[in-house]
Structure formats: C-alpha cells, structure tokens
C-alpha cells in the first residue's frame, strides 16, 4: 500500500477531513492533499512523525512502502530476515522521502535491492550448509 493511501485509509477510518489532519500537524491542506492523492511525500522527516504521533499509528507503517519484501523475506528466512528486511528499508527511507527520485526510478531501486537482498540470502545460506557440512565432516 502507498503513502497516500495509507493516510486515506487512516484518516477516513477517524472520520476526519483532510483539512483537520493538515491543521493537526501544522501543514497546508494543500500539501495533505499532495500526499493523498498525487503520491507526494513529506520533504521533512518530522512529518511522518507527527503523522503518526496524530493517528496513533507505528511511523514505520507510514515510513514503509514495500510490505511485500518484508513478507517475503519473512516468509523465506523467518523472524530474522523480516528484522533484516525492516531494518533495510528504515535505512532507506530518507533517501526515497527526500523527494529526489521519481517514483519510478525509486521502484527501479527497491526492485534492484529486493533482488539483491534476496540473492545474497540464498548465497549465505548455500554458503553456510557447506561450511556444515564441511565441519561435522572432519
């Protein structure tokens, strides 16, 4: 789920106006409304921050985009990789905020890392059989 959505889904879930929640966080409801429905994002961090503290909600809940890599990742590698997969995208997540990318290029990117992450388990985990294997063989 997007950004945008995510705040629709909240906000409609309070019965507010889009109005109330710009006021709320000190912002214009002109830039609320750019969140919402031209899939813009806060250029400031403490945004997301207020948008939490005001729906009650995690700020990784609106700081996160790609629920379907932490899913997998927990699907495939556990507790673990889902902690791992988090903490990848929170480390991210300034650079996709800044508004710096195009929202296409930032799926290029999350894609890229997806694939690569996902490599790289595969590799360690056919790395770490061996090495098993290897060591109860002596």
Same mark, same amino acid.
């Given at each position: 789920?997007?950004?945008?959505?995510?705040?629709?889904?909240?906000?409609?879930?309070?019965?507010?106006?889009?109005?109330?929640? !710009?006021?709320?966080?000190?912002?214009? &409801?002109?830039?609320?409304?750019?969140?919402?429905?031209?899939? &813009?994002?806060p250029?400031?961090?403490?945004?997301?921050?207020?948008?939490?503290?005001?729906?009650g909600?995690?700020?990784?809940?609106?700081?996160?985009?790609?629920?379907?890599?932490?899913?997998?990742?927990?699907?495939?590698?556990?507790?673990?990789?889902?902690?791992?997969?988090?903490?990848?995208v929170?480390?991210?997540?300034?650079?996709?905020?800044?508004?710096?990318?195009?929202?296409?290029?930032?799926? !290029?990117?999350? &894609? !890229?890392?997806?694939?690569?992450?996902?490599?790289?388990k !595969?590799?360690?985990?056919?790395?770490?059989?061996?090495?098993?294997?290897?060591?109860?063989?002596?």
């Amino acid at each position: 789920m997007k950004f945008g959505e995510k705040l629709v889904k909240l906000r409609t879930e309070a019965g507010l106006k889009q109005t109330e929640v !710009a006021e709320a966080i000190g912002i214009s &409801r002109r830039n609320y409304i750019s969140y919402e429905t031209e899939g &813009r994002y806060p250029r400031k961090r403490e945004i997301y921050y207020k948008l939490a503290e005001f729906f009650g909600c995690d700020v990784n809940y609106l700081l996160t985009e790609d629920e379907e890599f932490v899913v997998r990742a927990t699907e495939q590698y556990g507790t673990g990789g889902k902690r791992e997969a988090e903490k990848l995208v929170s480390q991210l997540v300034g650079m996709f905020a800044g508004g710096e990318l195009s929202e296409e290029d930032r799926d !290029a990117v999350m &894609r !890229a890392l997806t694939e690569a992450y996902f490599e790289c388990k !595969a590799d360690n985990k056919k790395y770490a059989q061996k090495k098993t294997v290897s060591s109860s063989n002596k």
